[in-house]
């Protein structure tokens, strides 16, 4: 250890005060600057819409989003914000929404005393302007069983959109509004985002239109399951930012935020985006043809173990484990087995099992591909012709008016159900229940869903949509009633309290 004097640490503090300073950035490192994100929202924000639909329900119900009640918004707002919460048209005491919506400003929709049936909000959401002609796009969720879409604007203008057509696989819609000249947004390219890198959300979280958020880039590629891969980021982002824009510090949209991982309900720090390169291969479509056509093989998949890939001999687990071939399908015909492993579709590999589905979705029936297969030890080539897949949804505002009303949810549990056929009660194997078939009010607050099937209401066994509608008629809204709920293979009780008849004129 050395040691210095005193004398000779004066000495050289002296010297120090002496000297001329040398500048900060010769005495250490520089700090990194943070990003400035005021001229990218310049550049993009203009393009950025805000997306309201509405339902037609009932006169004597009011709207509220699944799951929620007025008491839940009331408090979100009074504690995270300090403010009342916004009312929405056709409530008491609302004010007119700015902008006003397809030449109604200032107006609102009121409750109709009469039972007749009046306009609520359903749902809100973000898009973004693809081009000046007023072409939009968002999520399918966002505009999915809407009865009308509103597009606002930055400048507040709203305008009544077109859907041009939805493709549930990928959550993408496209929408059409009639306007011209328009800001449109920059499409970038969602191959070349790295990890790391900065993006910027622009939404309408809650329905606060025009929210700002910024992040990085978590991971690329990631897996949910979903029909296509994501982009994850740490980007804000809450139920009303669905369909909004994904952007890159050069001011190109690089994908549409589309989902959150949480177990609140609210942004828990990881959000995911839909790749735009994906996007607007489906957009595309939809603009041509309102529709989306994909190939299919016609087999059901699973993913490949590593236990599974050792005992096969397999070097890694990679690949599609096929379960089971539609007979009469185009693997069939090839001669795909169950118990096959696909490696590779026309060359490429399929590390994973989603990787097939989406491979031969790009694919246009009636093409040939050829699938590799590992069998037994051995790989095998095998030539497939594919076959076109059944398209989710063709654009609904040409087939709304071919299409049966809509049922209501106008009993005391506030659903809507029917019988279930024979066959598929034997396929189910039960002896009875009814199929929900519209939910809205305390059904739909307890999160009960369309195609969910009610087994028991209390104690008592339900076989049919008449003997439902009469056991709801008797029930108590003082006191909570269990039903007995199926979901797919999972059966549990749901408590749910009625709601109180109207009162008779």
């Known amino acids: ?64 989003p699944p799951g929620m009640d007025d008491g839940d918004m009331s408090e979100f707002f009074r504690r995270f914000f300090g403010i009342p919460m916004p009312q929405s048209p056709g409530s008491p005491g609302s004010s007119p929404r700015g902008g006003g919506g397809s030449g109604s400003q200032g107006q609102q929709d009121t409750p109709d005393n009469s039972g007749g049936d009046t306009e609520q909000n359903s ?8 081009s000046a002609d007023g072409y939009v796009m968002t999520n399918a969720h966002v505009v999915d069983d809407a009865d009308t879409i509103y597009v606002t604007l930055t400048d507040k203008r709203e305008f009544k959109a077109k859907l041009i057509g939805v493709d549930d696989r990928t959550d993408v819609a496209v929408v059409k509004i009639n306007a011209a000249n328009l800001p449109a947004v920059t499409v970038g390219d969602s ?66 935020n589309s989902q959150i991982y949480s177990r609140t309900g609210g942004f828990m720090g990881i959000s995911f985006a839909i790749p735009i390169d994906e996007a607007m291969r489906v957009a595309d479509q939809l603009k041509t043809t309102g529709k989306v056509t994909r190939g299919r093989i016609a087999v059901a998949i699973g993913e490949v173990t590593k236990d599974v890939a050792d005992s096969l001999g397999l070097p890694r687990a990679q690949g599609a484990l096929v379960s089971s071939v539609e007979p009469g399908g185009p693997a069939d015909k090839a001669g795909v087995q169950p118990g096959d492993i696909i490696l590779k579709f026309n060359g490429h590999p399929v590390d994973t099992a989603t990787d097939l589905p989406r ?57 809507a159900v029917s019988d279930i056929p024979a066959d598929q009660l034997k396929t189910l194997k039960l002896r009875g229940g009814v199929q929900i078939d519209a939910v809205e009010g305390p059904a739909a607050r307890v999160g009960l869903q369309k195609g969910d099937i009610i087994l028991r209401v209390g104690d008592t066994d339900v076989s049919s949509a008449k003997e439902f509608e009469e056991i709801t008629s008797h029930l108590d809204p003082q006191k909570m009633t269990a039903l007995l709920v199926r979901r797919g293979d999972n059966t549990q009780f749901v408590p749910i309290r009625p709601r109180s008849a109207p009162a008779q004129k």
């Open 191 to 256: 191959n070349k985002v790295r990890v790391g890198e900065w993006v910027v959300a622009i939404g309408s979280p809650f329905g606060l239109e025009n929210t700002v958020t910024a992040g990085i880039v978590s991971a690329k590629g990631r897996d949910t399951g979903d029909y296509l891969p994501f982009i994850q980021t740490d980007v804000a982002v809450n139920p009303g930012n669905s369909g909004g824009p994904l952007i890159n510090m050069q001011g190109e949209v690089i994908g549409i």
């Open 123 to 130: 749902g809100v959401g973000s898009g973004f302007i693809l």
């Open 359 to 415: 491979m031969v979705g790009d694919m246009k029936p009636g093409t040939k591909a050829t699938i590799t297969i590992w069998r037994k030890g051995q790989t095998r080539d095998l030539p497939v012709t594919i076959a076109e897949m059944q398209p989710d949804k063709a654009a609904k505002a040409d087939t709304k008016k071919t299409q049966p009303p809509k049922q209501r949810a106008t009993n005391a549990l506030g659903l």
């Open 1 to 64: 250890m050395t040691n210095f004097s005193v004398r000779n640490f004066l000495a050289a503090a002296v010297v120090a005060v002496c000297l001329p300073l040398a500048p900060h950035t010769a005495l250490a490192a520089p700090a990194a600057s943070l990003p400035d994100f005021t001229d990218l929202v310049d550049k993009v924000g203009p393009a950025v819409v805000n997306i309201r639909t509405t339902a037609r329900v009932p006169g004597s119900t009011r709207g509220l």
